[in-house]
């Protein structure tokens, strides 16, 4: 995920250069892409890292919202995260490794 790893390095300079707009952007194409990779990833040997990926890029997201003083936008985010960390404990047939990644 070489892709990701630029996106959110993208997205820190925007940050901490008070570009928000810029930073939420890049972050949601972060979030995007972990989302498009995430099934690969999470039933290979790495589920945290695939779990890790999307949470971060959400985290990423909400911290240029409350920069903003969007506090429900920040606060509809974290109720993505949940959403999405519910969602994928419901999948069936879960190893151990992927179930101790969505409790991680």
């Known amino acids: 995920m070489l892709d990701w790893k630029l996106l959110i390095t993208d997205a820190k300079k925007a940050y901490y250069n008070y570009c928000y707009d810029d930073a939420i952007e890049v972050n949601n194409h972060a979030l995007m892409l972990s989302k498009k990779h995430f099934d690969n990833i999470f039933i290979s040997n790495e589920p945290e890292k695939a779990v890790a990926l999307v949470v971060i890029s959400y ?45 991680n």
């Open 59 to 103: 985290l990423n997201i909400i911290d240029s919202h409350v920069a903003k003083n969007k506090f429900t936008s920040a606060q509809i985010l974290f109720e993505d995260i949940f959403y999405f960390l519910r969602d994928i404990n419901k999948r069936p047939n879960k190893c151990s490794f992927q179930k101790a990644a969505i409790i």
